[in-house]
């Protein structure tokens, strides 16, 4: 049997200031008492929590602040809001500097159960956060950054190559975007409030614009929310559209969540109108990704409510449960819509699955004279696209009762691929997938099969190659052309108004 889920919990870190009243023990102590109380927490591997050590935690920060941070337990409440007033929006007391270390060394307990094959995948529940403390300081309630401190980790002790961080808090992870701004071993995406600067940080580097230096050019991948009141729909498109497309052109070996929950409805700092069951979605979507090896770190979240249902639906996905149906399931709206637009040309220079953002009808229609062709997709890269900017946002708007697969002789369909597939669309209803086989010595593929509707990762498609021109360019024209009675196929404010049934086969070149 595939290995168990992880979950860590640390329930240690106590305010003595009453500056702060969002970032509560509460946080933590509801969550755990609903995991219990729901039998979740039964299901799940416990691993025990240790301190993160000076050499680890120096992976990500500066020997200058990791002294002063060591110093705090000796301070006088005076000497600490000094301390604290360098900063910005965090707050010092005696056990801070033991609680952060714990909290690094959760993530890293959890990487290491993960990589050695203890567990497959697993959730850190972990107080401080961290994805806003930068090298050589503290910021917004993060001490030490969690998360960058697991992706150094994971590189130097198991020789990791590739670590994609995906951050769904509803603040920009400035601290982890620094620190691997240069770094093309990191692919870091984040979504965040940003309302043109006016929202905190009020950084100019959290905009859409900002890609990475030099090596890292285009593994930064930012994209700023300008309104609040952003919904499902919004969250799952932009995972169609941007993130799935390049995680699977990256192709990690580990997969790393910055898993705030402020962005949920009902929180007071996101000001979002997600709900819970989109977590749900968004952790399956990733699973497949890096062998499902996939470690999720708890950053924000300020509403119990919320949050503690958002932790929940997390951890039943990561558990292989069926992902609910989404709730109020409403197509993208302008504001996201305009984000998504930027963030795709600026990123267009960078992947292959974005070469063709910003192109209009005009250029297709040049291209393509006549009927189109039904012969489809003729490559992995080819095939994908068509996956993330078709099928997945057909199957989010359309929403069925029932998913049917079938696979035919000499689809050019390759194992790996069929599995990646089977597990892709198990995100519609509630999991309910038939699958149809009229194919030649089918005796391992029907193995195989099993084990991908039973919840089992697929194996890596590997880095993929750009998509071949002429399917690139099929798989836009059809795309432009549903988009105006199909919603979600959009990827900016423009459609067109004709439509035409899809039908898009795999043929080997």
């Known amino acids: 049997p595939s290995p168990p889920v992880c979950t860590l919990l640390f329930t240690s870190l106590l305010h003595s200031l009453p500056a702060c009243k969002i970032e509560v023990p509460e946080r933590l102590t509801v969550s755990h008492e609903t995991l219990v109380r729901t039998g979740l927490a039964d299901r799940c591997v416990s691993v025990p929590v240790r301190e993160a050590t000076d050499a680890e935690i120096l992976l990500a920060h500066s020997e200058e602040y990791l002294e002063a941070v060591k110093k705090t337990p000796y301070m006088s409440l005076e000497d600490l809001m000094e301390f604290t007033r360098q900063y910005g929006d965090v707050y010092f007391h005696p056990n801070i500097y033991h609680c952060a270390k714990l909290a ?3 993530a890293l307990q959890l990487v290491d159960s993960v990589m050695t094959g203890k567990v497959r995948n697993g959730m850190a529940l972990v107080r401080p956060p961290g994805h806003h403390s930068m090298r050589s300081a503290a910021n917004g309630f993060c001490v030490f950054n969690n998360v960058a401190i697991a992706a150094q980790y994971a590189k130097q002790k198991y020789g990791v190559q590739r670590v994609l961080i995906v951050d769904w808090d509803i603040h920009h992870g400035q601290g982890v975007q620094y620190c691997f701004e240069d770094d093309p071993s990191v692919l870091y ?3 965040h409030r940003y309302e043109h600067q006016k929202f905190w940080p009020h950084l100019r580097d959290s905009d859409y614009d900002i890609v990475g230096k030099e090596k890292g050019a285009g593994f930064n991948i930012n994209v700023p929310w300008n309104k609040v009141g952003m919904e499902n729909g919004d969250y799952l498109s932009v995972f169609c559209h941007v ?9 990690p070996d580990l997969v790393l969540v910055c898993a705030g929950f402020d962005s949920a409805i009902g929180d007071p700092e996101g000001e979002m109108c997600a709900t819970p069951d989109v977590f749900a979605h968004l952790t399956h979507l990733l699973m497949n990704l890096a062998g499902g090896k996939l470690c999720a770190v708890l950053e924000g979240g300020y509403n119990l409510t919320s949050l503690v249902q958002s932790v929940c639906q997390t951890v039943q996905t990561l558990l292989g449960d069926p992902v609910p149906r989404p709730a109020s399931l409403k197509s993208p709206c302008i504001s996201a819509l305009e984000s998504l637009q930027c963030v795709r040309s600026a990123h267009k220079a960078y992947w292959s699955c974005l070469k063709h953002a ?8 040049r291209a393509f004279k006549g009927p189109e062709a039904a012969g489809g997709c003729s490559d992995t890269s080819g095939f994908t696209q068509a996956v993330f900017g078709l099928l997945l946002p057909l199957g989010y708007e359309y929403d069925p009762g029932l998913v049917v697969l079938v696979r035919m002789p000499d689809s050019g369909v390759s194992d790996s691929l069929w599995q990646q597939l089977i597990g892709l669309l198990q995100s519609f209803a509630l999991g309910h997938t038939l699958v149809v086989l009229q194919v030649r010595e089918e005796k391992a593929l029907i193995g195989l099969t099993a084990s991908s509707l039973l919840g089992n990762p697929a194996a890596s498609l590997k880095q993929l190659q750009a998509p071949l021109t002429e399917d690139t360019e099929a798989i836009e024209k059809l795309r432009h052309r549903l988009q105006a009675d199909w919603k979600f196929l959009q990827t900016t404010g423009e459609c067109s108004s004709i439509t035409f049934e899809i039908n898009i086969n795999i043929h080997r070149s």
């Open 104 to 106: 690094a060394g959760a």
């Open 189 to 191: 995406f984040s979504w």
């Open 243 to 251: 993130l799935l497309p390049v995680a699977y052109e990256f192709c």
């Open 358 to 365: 910003g192109n209009h009808n005009r250029a297709f229609s």
